[in-house]
């Protein structure tokens, strides 16, 4: 199976350039190409070209050709980049697009020449039509799905879209939701980094809406001052891990789900990997050199992230803050390091193994365990899991950066702009790069 993801700003752009048009026009995608360990090859488009008047050779209402030069720098540029070659067109006219014989001698020949000149890397073709869009690898039969991520996670074509009725269990949510969304939650693979306070919520609220694929990631074992705040945790279960007992809960529920879990720590390369094959990432963890690679995971190769975070602050045993925070990483909004909400000194201390912590001068001290409370836990997380919904459903919810203030009960939406030369999420960043780019993470 193959798809390709895009930011929604470059394909509503695209649209605009090609659509509506008496002639059919033409653009080509740059994307980087990953592949899963289920065996999924993604496109992730990094940048697009739109053709000029000069670039073609032909136009016409049933057909367009480009010129030569084009097709020569566009390649010249993939194999240089190591980047797949996405070439798009439109076709006039308001009904659902459909790939003609024009189109198939065309990419004979394109697919032919790029299998001599760049062999290493899987190409497609996308046409659009003010009715839609299709997408297809180039010079073959085989449809490709097309992911687009912005405000919502929408999937715009997808050859593979459930028709079956969703199950009686979820009866309630269909009536909010609709059986697309219900379908959209059911097909998702979503990665649960952290699996104390809120993570464990995530989890529980997760499965009971239908998700059935999981990665669970979190080093850590059940602690006596866990039993407070981790959902399904016994006393009993002290000293075994984390991933454990939420993994247990979801079985609990839901026998055939689907399970990856990993007790280990983020911060390493090795386990940041299982990420990629995920479709949305819960950011649960409570330390900045974490939420560093979380980030990158997510713009890089395209994996939107809710990120979670919950705060009480005291002063001299007088509580003087009670706070949450939820935010959506993902195209089109700004990364924790735009927001100002990652310190570098503290990313750069959670990077350091405990001997290394031990001999750096500018390292002083432990911290302190920070206060925790499952309701806070609990109505965070609530606001998270609805994001989500928000995001792959027609929940007509679009807050995408969220501050909770329990002392004053309100909810406050927060804008943060994204940075232009952001290290993370801009086109001169890690911006889907995929495999090109080194995680900034430990390589032990």
């Known amino acids: 199976m193959i798809e390709f993801t895009i930011d929604a700003a470059d394909l509503e752009a695209v649209k605009a350039a090609l659509l509506p048009s008496d002639v059919e026009r033409c653009a080509v995608l740059f994307a980087s190409q990953v592949t899963r360990s289920d065996g999924l090859t993604r496109l992730l488009v990094r940048d697009y070209e739109l053709a000029a008047a000069d670039d073609y050779a032909a136009q016409g209402t049933q057909h367009a050709e480009l010129r030569p030069a084009l097709v020569a720098r566009v390649t010249k540029r993939a194999r240089r980049e190591k980047l797949s070659l996405i070439f798009v067109h439109s076709h006039p006219g308001s009904g659902a697009p459909h790939f003609s014989l024009i189109d198939d001698e065309g990419e004979h020949h394109l697919a032919a020449f790029l299998g001599h000149r760049h062999p290493d890397n899987i190409h497609a ?97 059940i602690e006596a001052t866990n039993l407070n705040r981790v959902v399904g945790a016994m006393p009993s279960d002290v000293g075994n891990s984390k991933v454990e007992v939420a993994a247990r809960y979801i079985r609990s529920f839901a026998a055939g789900a689907e399970i990856t879990s990993v007790a280990g720590d983020v911060i390493k390369a090795r386990t940041a990997q299982v990420l990629f094959d995920a479709d949305l990432i819960f950011g ?63 990313v750069r201390r959670d990077m350091m ?92």
């Open 125 to 221: 073709a996308l046409v659009m039509s003010a009715g839609g869009l299709r997408a297809r690898q180039l010079g073959t039969i085989n449809e490709i799905r097309v992911v687009s991520l912005g405000e919502r996670r929408v999937i715009p074509f997808d050859p593979e879209r459930a028709m079956e009725r969703p199950a009686e269990a979820f009866d309630r949510q269909v009536r909010a939701f609709g059986a697309s969304g219900q379908h959209a939650l059911e097909r998702m693979r979503v990665a649960i980094v952290g699996l104390g306070g809120t993570g464990s919520l995530v989890a529980q609220q997760l499965v009971h809406l239908g998700i059935r694929k999981f990665i669970l990631v979190d080093p850590d074992v």
């Open 284 to 346: 649960c963890t409570d330390s900045h050199g974490s939420r560093s690679i979380l980030q990158q995971v997510s713009y890089q190769y395209l994996i939107p992230c809710i990120d979670i975070g919950t705060t009480i602050t005291t002063n001299k045993g007088t509580v003087t803050g009670i706070f949450g925070r939820v935010q959506m990483l993902a195209p089109g909004h700004a990364c924790l390091s735009c927001s100002d909400l990652l310190s570098p000194e503290e």
């Open 353 to 444: 193994s405990a001997f290394e912590r031990k001999s750096d001068p500018y390292i002083q001290g432990a911290r302190e365990p920070a206060p925790a409370v499952v309701s806070l836990n609990g109505t965070v997380v609530s606001l998270a899991v609805t994001m989500l919904l928000g995001f792959v459903t027609e929940i007509p919810t679009r807050g995408h950066y969220v501050i909770y203030n329990a002392m004053s009960s309100t909810l406050r939406s927060v804008r943060s702009g994204a940075k232009a030369n952001c290290f993370i999420c801009s086109r001169e960043g890690a911006f889907a790069r995929g495999d090109a780019q080194r995680l900034f993470a430990r390589q032990d």
